[in-house]
């Protein structure tokens, strides 16, 4: 029940920072690549192609907008059956490690032009909930936290000719802090949909 509550929420919210642009906005639905660096290489090195986000956007001047995003990603790597050491004791299994990440993020974009090529920068500064866990076999260990996070990007988005929908293709560094209890995590994303312009 909680989720769902918290779902709508972040639904509400981002129709609301959409519609308060007084020049229209635009709405990206994305397919998200996540490609692990610093200690989130460590735990896992493999690229994540199972992600997807939304977002919506308003003009609050010609060329700027405001707006919040919803993604999820998934990571996953499997180093399959292994020996290790913990203590004196040697544990062999099939290893396997997951991370489920939600980033909820207020945004803020420039666009350098509105015609047939529209490229921009923007910033996301918000919360990532990630979910990691790494698996020995049967068993496994979990950490789960809330953490503070900024995402840089930079983009393009391609209208179609006499058509309100388009192209948008981004590059983007998720970088999420550390909390008391799980290290931090960051990745760089590339993200590509189709944008709605309204």
Not at 32 to 45: L, Q, R, V
Not at 56 to 65: A, Q
């Amino acid at each position: 029940m909680k989720k769902n509550k918290f779902l709508t929420t972040v639904f509400i919210l981002l129709i609301g920072f959409s519609a308060m642009g007084q020049g229209g906005g635009v709405w990206n639905f994305d397919w998200n690549m996540g490609f692990p660096m610093g200690e989130t290489k460590d735990f896992i090195g493999q690229p994540s192609f199972r992600g997807f986000s939304m977002e919506g956007r308003g003009f609050v001047t010609e060329n700027i907008t405001l707006g919040g995003i919803a993604a999820w990603n998934v990571f996953y790597e499997s180093s399959g059956w292994i020996t290790t050491q913990q203590d004196e004791t040697k544990l062999y299994g099939y290893q396997r490690r997951y991370l489920n990440v939600m980033p909820l993020m207020m945004t803020g974009h420039y666009y350098f032009s509105q015609g047939s090529v529209q490229p921009y920068i923007g910033v996301g500064v918000g919360t990532y909930y990630i979910e990691s866990r790494n698996f020995m076999g049967i068993y496994y260990v979990q950490g789960k936290a809330w953490h503070f996070g900024v995402s840089p990007e930079i983009g393009i988005i391609l209208p179609f000719s006499n058509s309100n929908t388009g192209v948008n293709l981004n590059f983007k560094y998720n970088y999420a802090a550390k909390t008391k209890s799980e290290q931090a995590y960051s990745w760089f994303g590339v993200n590509f949909g189709i944008s709605y312009l309204f």
